[in-house]
């Protein structure tokens, strides 16, 4: 069945960069998500890639996808103590539903 | 917009009382989805709606879950009776299209309902 990957903590200081990595395992997702979920709140759309594209690049996050290996990652340059969240990263699968992994907590220290 | 609204944002019941969680979705967008978030399980869709009507239900744990949508604004998750096993935070979402079938159709979640079933 579909599933999805990623480690659960990651630790950075502020102004570093934050690579937050994600393994999947349907080829034919269209479309695959990384969401940003802050504390006591819902997950919000953070950035997304099509699946014919290697990278996108807005602003401070660059998502890399590498279809062979099926690995997505999410690097936030300059990180910030406003950043510190879960991130989720989530794959469409061919239904329209969407497929989440357990997410990445984010933890930014001063 | 006011964005998806979920009520109530926390709830405490005992075991064995009949929880109703309720959602108003994004005006306009004809898709609904109810998922539950745990630390063991992570985020798990239960079911979704398109234009009113159960799509797919194969997330609902079993017969004590029921969701409706009467109306294009309104949908509700009750669980009864309710066990202490179903404390979790339960999101309602809405979308425009499904995710990744002709756009990428994002998915707005509303802020939870916290429920503990004592």
């Known amino acids: 069945g579909e599933d999805v990957e990623q480690s659960l903590f990651l630790s950075v200081r502020e102004g570093d960069s934050s690579v937050i990595n994600c393994t999947y395992t349907?080829?034919?997702?269209?479309?695959l998500y990384w969401y940003k979920q802050e504390p006591g709140a819902g997950l919000q759309l953070l950035t997304y890639i099509f699946s014919n594209m290697d990278m996108k690049q807005d602003q401070r996050l660059t998502v890399l996808l590498n279809k062979k290996d099926k690995h997505l990652s999410l690097r936030i340059a300059d990180t910030q103590t406003g950043d510190s969240a879960i991130y989720f990263c989530a794959e469409s699968i061919d239904t329209g539903k969407l497929i989440f992994g357990q997410g990445t907590t984010l933890q930014v220290k001063p | 917009d006011a964005g998806v609204i979920q009520s109530p944002r926390h709830e405490v019941t005992e075991m064995g009382q009949e929880v109703t969680l309720r959602c108003k979705p994004i005006?306009?967008?004809?898709?609904l989805f109810w998922y539950r978030q745990t630390m063991m399980r992570g985020l798990e869709l239960l079911i979704y709606f398109n234009n009113n009507v159960p799509i797919d239900d194969s997330g609902m744990p079993e017969d004590r879950f029921s969701a409706k949508m009467p109306n294009a604004s309104f949908s509700t998750l009750k669980i009864q009776p309710s066990e202490p096993r179903d404390s979790a935070v339960y999101f309602c979402?809405?979308?425009?299209?499904?995710?990744?079938?002709?756009?990428?159709?994002?998915?707005?979640f509303g802020p939870g309902t916290r429920l503990t079933v004592l």
């Open positions: 005006s306009g967008h004809d898709y």
């Open positions: 349907d080829s034919s997702s269209t479309y």
């Open positions: 979402a809405s979308s425009a299209g499904l995710a990744g079938i002709i756009s990428y159709n994002e998915q707005f």
